[in-house]
């Protein structure tokens, strides 16, 4: 089991909007250690959507978005498009492991 | 632009060592940490470990201490990751990434796969 929990898939019909959640615990996201977003396509390198919770990297979409509250984060993606089906994975810093670590990955499905 | 290249991909047998390469370009190769991260066939992403590129601190998972070591060189701009007492389950594509835990991994490598099989 990831120290992350993500649903294993959420799916959505282009042009709606799909969330996907990412929880932790009270020694990573619920200790105020930012949570960091991928995309990864198939076949290949994961990609940053967002980082330090809500933070667009250069070139992402707006419509993509993130989200911090106690130990939950959450990723949401508004005017779903089918390039957007890939992968996700949410990542953090767990101080009791000392490492940093990721959830389980959500593959988004576009009807 | 920032670039990472990795070495190509390696068979090896169980008990083997791997050593992959991720070469760096395009920034200040001592102004950021390299992470490395793997990925086992049709599963999620694992967090190996990581080295300062100012210094060659390293931190690694909890489940590879003793088996994995990384370096670097300043004067290519290289990261190295080695792997000993190679285990089936060490069969996995390795990446690596820019950055720290603090801002994520902002550029990645195109990844190499290690196959451990007899």
């Known amino acids: 089991q990831s120290v992350l929990t993500q649903p294993p898939s959420v799916s959505g019909a282009p042009g709606q909007r799909v969330t996907i959640s990412c929880t932790g615990s009270?020694?990573?996201?619920?200790?105020?250690?930012?949570v960091h977003w991928y995309q990864q396509l198939p076949g290949t390198a994961p990609k940053l959507l967002i980082s330090?919770?809500?933070n667009r990297p250069s070139g992402v979409p707006d419509r993509f978005s993130g989200s911090k509250s106690g130990t939950s984060a959450s990723l949401t993606i508004t005017g779903l498009q089918a390039e957007d089906e890939a992968d996700y994975y949410c990542?953090?810093?767990?101080?009791?492991?000392?490492?940093?670590?990721f959830g389980g990955g959500t593959k988004l499905t576009v009807l | 632009q920032v670039q990472l290249v990795q070495s190509g991909t390696e068979v090896k047998k169980p008990g083997a060592s791997v050593k992959v390469s991720c070469k760096a370009s395009g920034y200040a190769f001592t102004s950021y940490d390299i992470s490395w991260v793997r990925q086992a066939p049709g599963q999620g992403l694992e967090w190996v470990g990581w080295i300062s590129g100012y210094n060659g601190n390293t931190n690694f998972a909890q489940k590879l201490q003793g088996r994995v070591t990384m370096t670097t060189d300043t004067s290519t701009s290289t990261v190295y990751l080695e792997l000993r007492s190679l285990r089936y389950d060490d069969t996995a594509v390795y990446y690596c990434?820019?950055?720290?835990?603090?801002?994520?991994?902002?550029?990645w490598g195109q990844g190499t796969l290690v196959t451990v099989s007899s």
């Open positions: 990542q953090s810093y767990d101080s009791s492991l000392s490492n940093v670590v």
């Open positions: 990434g820019r950055g720290g835990y603090v801002h994520g991994y902002d550029y």
């Open positions: 330090r919770n809500n």
């Open positions: 009270s020694s990573n996201t619920g200790a105020g250690f930012d």
